[in-house]
């Protein structure tokens, strides 16, 4: 099996965006998380990059170890942007065919 890279936004993705400063209390969706480590655990090489500036970093990777997400590499700093159009995009609705894809 060969190992693919798969890049995951944090907020809005693996967990509840709020306009609130207090990240530290964002809702994680687990379903999402339970899929990143599945992903993780079949050899996957996860980045968790978010637009959270790096003053955020350490409050961030507390985050991530609290409610267990598996990852290789966490990237702040990502743009911010109205929508960003990538030709190996896969909107968090869809997210389950993501297992799908890492078997093969």
């Known amino acids: 099996m060969k190992t693919k890279r798969f890049v995951f936004d944090l907020d809005g993705t693996i967990c509840e965006e709020t306009l609130s400063q207090e990240r530290i209390f964002a809702t994680a969706k687990k379903e999402i998380i339970e ?30 170890n609290q409610n267990k997400v598996k990852y290789n590499i966490l990237i702040c700093g990502k743009p ?4 960003w159009i990538d030709d190996r995009s896969i909107h968090p609705k869809n997210i389950k065919t993501l297992l799908d894809e890492s078997i093969d």
Do not use: S, V
């Open 35 to 64: 899929i990143i480590n599945n992903l993780f655990d079949n050899q996957n090489f996860i980045i968790i990059y978010t637009a959270r500036g790096w003053d955020q970093y350490k409050l961030t990777e507390y985050w991530l």
């Open 80 to 83: 911010i942007y109205d929508r």
